[in-house]
């Protein structure tokens, strides 16, 4: 059973920083990609940063130059360092797991919420 648990969401102020986690379990993820969307109310899902299973980044226009995805662990852990933070980039942030030759995410957590005050 998969299971992505994340984690280090909060209120933070506007150009403040946060870092989130998410605690990948129930699979071997060296061969996944794993990734970092957001929500807001009313909004679709978003897609904010990708790494593959070859450690090749991707990131949103909106993103790019201030958050970072990265992987321990064998991509176990998976985190999204997130500075210079802006009012809008409030959301639930989910961490989702696409398993190889998927075309979708397979998996995804819970969320947690980050609010960025200006």
């Known amino acids: 059973q998969v299971q992505l648990v994340e984690s280090g969401g909060g209120l933070v102020q506007a150009g403040g920083s946060l870092r989130l986690s998410c605690a990948a379990s129930?699979?071997?993820?060296?061969?996944?990609?794993m990734a970092w969307f957001r929500q807001t109310p009313g909004k679709e899902r978003e897609f904010v940063a990708a790494?593959?299973?070859?450690?090749?980044?991707g990131y949103a226009d909106s993103v790019k130059g201030r958050f970072t995805i990265f992987s321990a662990n064998a991509k176990n852990t998976v985190y999204l360092q997130m500075n210079s933070l802006k009012p809008e980039d409030t959301a639930v942030y989910y961490c989702?797991?696409?398993?190889?030759?998927?075309?979708?995410?397979?998996?995804w957590g819970q969320g947690t919420q980050v609010t960025v005050s200006s």
């Open positions: 989702a797991v696409r398993l190889p030759g998927g075309g979708e995410y397979d998996y």
């Open positions: 129930g699979r071997t993820f060296s061969s996944d990609s």
């Open positions: 790494i593959s299973w070859r450690g090749s980044t």
